[in-house]
């Protein structure tokens, strides 16, 4: 019996939306489950804002991070305040598609259109501009940070471990996103490295850039 036969088929994802890495992950795990619908996903915001908070960014980032990096988090918290937290998937998606493959500007016009994309009314846009929901992006962003360490970015994702208890990992870090039998060998690779009990990580550097597809 295999492991994704033997393992409770439920997947947390905590995601930013400006981070290209964690859209590649995204994508890979949409790419599961399509090929597995018994597989359950719960997707969760976190903040590249919050995680750089008081760290020495080069200028070039901090506005992009620290100030517009605030608008999309704000937006997905404010709709599934109002629509339920399983519009989170569809309108991460929608906002990925407009930043990273539209390269569109990151600002109202992008998230009206997002939000249009999902049949959302686009006065939640609104919610970019105001702290009415800074601390509901804190709160979703230290339910994950805190599972797997402040030392690491977007995204996480927990799955079962061996004991049935949820364990999270960082990443996994992939380009481009894989697909068919490759995308299934992956997932099946995390639940079992996820149910070696003490396994933290695997890692090796990076020689190439995400590649959107």
């Not at 339920?84 to 990151?106: F, S, V």
């Not at 995308?183 to 490295?193: E, F, H, Q, S, Y």
Request: proline letters at 6%.
């Amino acid at each position: 019996m295999s492991v994704h036969e033997t393992r409770d088929q439920v997947a947390d994802f905590w995601f930013d939306p400006l981070c290209p890495w964690a859209w590649m992950t995204s994508r890979w795990v949409h790419e599961v489950k399509r090929q597995r619908p018994e597989i359950t996903v719960n997707w969760h915001v976190m903040s590249l804002a919050v995680l750089n908070e008081g760290k020495d960014l080069p200028e070039e980032y901090r506005e992009a991070v620290l100030v517009r990096g605030w608008y999309p988090v704000r937006v997905l918290i404010a709709a599934a305040k109002k629509h339920g937290d399983e519009i989170l998937g569809d309108l991460y998606t929608a906002m990925g598609t407009r930043i990273h493959l539209k390269k569109e500007e990151l600002g109202r016009e992008m998230l009206e259109g997002a939000l249009s994309d999902v049949g959302l009314p686009t006065e939640l846009a609104d919610a970019a501009f105001t702290d009415a929901h800074d601390e509901a992006v804190r709160a979703s962003h230290a339910e994950g940070i805190g599972l797997v360490g402040q030392d690491v970015g977007t995204p996480v994702i927990a799955v079962a471990g061996a004991d049935g208890e949820r364990v999270a990992f960082f990443g996994p870090v992939v380009t481009p996103a894989p697909k068919g039998e490759e995308a299934l060998r992956l997932w099946d690779g995390t639940l079992l490295v996820a149910g070696i009990p003490g396994f933290y990580e695997i890692k090796r550097t990076r020689t190439q850039g995400p590649i959107f597809d």
